[in-house]
């Protein structure tokens, strides 16, 4: 009993992880169709209650039998249990068996137990009455209104978050270059410790392309570079989004669009360029109260 407990508050405590809240549904509107989740939890509880103390009867029947308990007089009687869940004995089966065998295999001439026959008719009427409520009432959710709503609902959740950073939460759309010398020096070492390992300590281009010429793939102006250190590409660059904060992806980013073919050592071999030829999107020229890395003019 202690289970069969247990497992009824589970199932009301499995309502929380359902996104058809009650509050969703009556928003949805009221009617004579509408079932709340919480009272099909309490019928299946009902029904697999019921179920169990079923059983336990049967057992206890089954136990009493053995045991020779029971007057030779009922014994010819079957009880109401065995006759729904069709306990039978053993040496029953003679009066059951088909007389086709199949290669030396009889098959005996079992029908499903009435038990089984309520519960497969119980879902049948469960669908009907799903079927009806999701389809020709107003009562329920669809699967689309359930996602335009929880879409909606997380939209709502993100605007509340942007309002409370000031409206400055730094993304691809937000994203602004960096020109101080201390921030480019912040975003270099951030390159070397995560970059430099396929695209070259300088830039110059390993297993990725090289970053310090004037050849852009995805872009070369701020939010292009942004996006791609964020997201990845398709031509095997995994995103970065995860491993750095938005604040390390601004520092490197406007670190990669100061990178510059001369100041890469000579002897240091070049990755043949890449992408399209573009100066940036034109905000490679930092302010004179600036200082830039030495000899970048842009790439």
Known sequence: ?????????GLFITNVGFAQSSADLAA????SMHITLAWVIVVVAVVMLFIAWAMLRVASHLNRYAKGELAKEGKDIQPFWE???????V????????????DGIYELDNPPPPWFMFLFYGT?????IYFIRFNFSESGYTQAEEYKAEMDAAKAEMDAFKASK????????????????????KGEKIFKSTCAACHGEYGEGKIGVNLADDYWKYGGDIKSVFATISNGTSGGMPPQKMALGPEQRQLVSSYVIYLDEKNIPAGVTKKAPEGKLEQAGGEKTPSDS??????????
Do not use: C, R, W, Y
């Open 1 to 9: 009993m202690s289970k069969i407990a247990a497992l009824i508050a």
């Open 290 to 299: 600036t200082a830039a890395p030495a000899d970048s003019t842009g790439k």
């Open 91 to 102: 040496t029953s089966d003679k009066d059951t068996v088909i007389n086709h065998p199949h």
């Open 83 to 89: 006759k729904v869940f069709q306990v039978k004995p």
């Open 166 to 185: 000031g409206g400055s939460l730094l993304d691809e759309s937000t994203v602004k270059l960096l020109t101080d010398k201390a921030d480019l020096d």
């Open 28 to 31: 949805a509107g009221n009617n």
């Open 124 to 128: 049948i009427l469960f669908a009907v």
